[in-house]
């Protein structure tokens, strides 16, 4: 299972980017999917994540700024995030958890600069 991060760059503050996470390979029907990132010098934390049913859970800090989607056709998740701010700069990370499996992916993770 491979997993393919894209869609990072820089923008100014209050403005929007769509990050996407493609899956290749295969992978039980019982999974949660998420995204996590990591500032420079701190750890890597949860952004947001979604599971098999749609059910969706966001940190307080990116709440009604980000959404998180997937396209189970597509194998693809998604994260919208609009109104940026100087501290959502970090290195956006895609996990998938394969619950059936008891595996764990990582992506090798996109670069998001928010300038003030």
């Not at 869609?7 to 990050?19: C, I, K, P």
């Not at 949860?46 to 049913?53: F, G, K």
């Amino acid at each position: 299972v491979q997993l393919q991060a894209s869609g990072g760059g820089l923008v100014q503050a209050g403005g929007s980017l769509r990050l996407s996470c493609a899956v290749s390979g295969s992978i039980s029907r019982l999974n949660v999917m998420g995204w996590h990132r990591q500032a420079a010098g701190k750890q890597r934390g949860p952004v947001a994540r979604i599971d098999s049913t749609g059910l969706t859970n966001y940190d307080d800090s990116v709440k009604g700024r980000f959404t998180i989607s997937r396209d189970s056709a597509k194998n693809t998740m998604y994260l919208h995030m609009n109104g940026l701010k100087p501290e959502d700069t970090a290195v956006y990370y895609c996990e998938v958890r394969d619950i059936g499996r008891t595996q764990v992916y990582w992506g090798q993770g996109t670069q998001v600069t928010v300038s003030s």
